[in-house]
């Protein structure tokens, strides 16, 4: 999905890339411009390339915006391909890499009447997403440590174990120390995470335990944002899949924590 500043869909390719590339300048703080053109016979594209390597998340993850209205034919694309190597997602480090062969995009509007482009069809393609298991652990550390300290409660030696308990699911468990004052316990927090056909990761089964009375009020304060994200589904890509389906949906895990799929019309 590709958000643009306007409610005019660009008249040429060279618009077309201006408009793209100031829609991601939005969201990741990047060098040069990391979108590429080559038409065709606009709106039919040889080829279309997104190149993220090195590019920096801007504060938040964005929800997706809200589709406005029925979408309609856009561009026609032989290839598309969008890369990121080392994307900074605050202290951890994201690779992921989606090809696309024979694509079809739509567009449509958000609530503010900016054009949105969307993926329709695709005759192949193939997407991987992997995170090293070592920044997985400093990103939730950087969260657990945020929450707990709200709360004069300060956390470290997180640990994180992942475990496949099928080609689409895994179980999780982070060990870490939380402390208050001059006493300290050990918190173990455990979780599941189950991926659907359009790449959605639900989380599920978050508890916290721990023994003492630190654990205990650690866990108390830690519990209510765990239930938070019960039940609660994260898109894994952020392109509505319309006629795509994806399939070999598999998540591993090891060294690194790595997502791919294979999709097709």
Same mark, same amino acid.
Request: glycine share 8%; net charge negative; proline share 5%.
């Given at each position: 999905?590709f958000?643009?500043?306007?409610?005019?869909?660009p008249a040429?390719?060279?618009?077309l890339?201006f408009r793209?590339?100031?829609s991601l300048?939005?969201?990741?703080?990047v060098?040069?411009d990391? #979108?590429? @053109?080559r038409?065709?016979a606009y709106?039919?594209? %040889?080829?279309?390339?997104? *190149? =993220?390597d090195?590019? !920096?998340?801007?504060?938040q993850?964005?929800?997706?915006?809200?589709?406005?209205?029925n979408?309609?034919?856009?561009l026609?694309l032989?290839s598309f391909s969008?890369?990121g190597?080392?994307?900074?997602v605050g202290?951890?480090a994201?690779d992921?890499s989606?090809?696309?062969a024979r694509?079809?995009?739509?567009r449509a509007c958000?609530?503010?009447g900016?054009?949105?482009?969307?993926?329709?069809k695709?005759?192949?393609?193939?997407?991987?997403?992997?995170?090293?298991t070592?920044?997985l652990?400093k990103?939730?550390?950087?969260?657990?440590?945020?929450?707990?300290?709200?709360?004069? #409660?300060? @956390?470290?030696n997180?640990?994180l174990?992942?475990s %496949?308990s099928g080609?689409r *699911? =895994?179980?999780?468990? !982070?060990?870490?120390?939380?402390?208050k004052l001059?006493?300290?316990?050990?918190?173990?927090?455990?979780g599941a995470?189950?991926?659907d056909?359009?790449l959605n990761?639900?989380v599920?089964?978050?508890?916290c335990?721990g023994?003492?009375?630190i654990?205990?009020?650690?866990?108390g304060?830690?519990?209510?944002q765990?239930q938070?994200?019960?039940?609660?589904?994260?898109?894994l890509?952020?392109?509505?899949?319309?006629?795509?389906?994806?399939r070999?949906?598999?998540?591993?895990?090891?060294?690194?924590?790595?997502?791919?799929?294979?999709?097709?019309s």
């Amino acid at each position: 999905m590709f958000l643009l500043k306007t409610d005019q869909f660009p008249a040429n390719s060279a618009d077309l890339a201006f408009r793209l590339n100031e829609s991601l300048r939005d969201v990741f703080q990047v060098a040069g411009d990391p #979108v590429q @053109v080559r038409e065709a016979a606009y709106p039919h594209l %040889s080829a279309l390339t997104v *190149s =993220l390597d090195g590019a !920096v998340v801007k504060g938040q993850p964005r929800a997706m915006p809200s589709v406005s209205g029925n979408p309609v034919p856009a561009l026609t694309l032989d290839s598309f391909s969008a890369k990121g190597s080392r994307l900074a997602v605050g202290p951890a480090a994201i690779d992921f890499s989606l090809e696309a062969a024979r694509v079809e995009l739509e567009r449509a509007c958000d609530r503010d009447g900016n054009i949105i482009l969307l993926l329709h069809k695709s005759a192949q393609g193939r997407i991987d997403i992997s995170i090293a298991t070592a920044d997985l652990e400093k990103l939730i550390a950087e969260i657990a440590a945020a929450e707990a300290g709200k709360h004069g #409660v300060a @956390v470290d030696n997180v640990q994180l174990s992942l475990s %496949s308990s099928g080609p689409r *699911s =895994l179980a999780a468990e !982070v060990r870490l120390r939380g402390r208050k004052l001059f006493m300290s316990a050990a918190l173990r927090i455990t979780g599941a995470v189950d991926l659907d056909d359009e790449l959605n990761a639900r989380v599920s089964g978050l508890d916290c335990t721990g023994d003492g009375a630190i654990a205990s009020v650690a866990c108390g304060i830690l519990k209510p944002q765990l239930q938070q994200l019960n039940g609660r589904v994260f898109p894994l890509m952020s392109v509505p899949l319309a006629e795509v389906r994806l399939r070999d949906v598999r998540i591993s895990t090891g060294d690194e924590l790595s997502v791919t799929a294979e999709f097709g019309s």
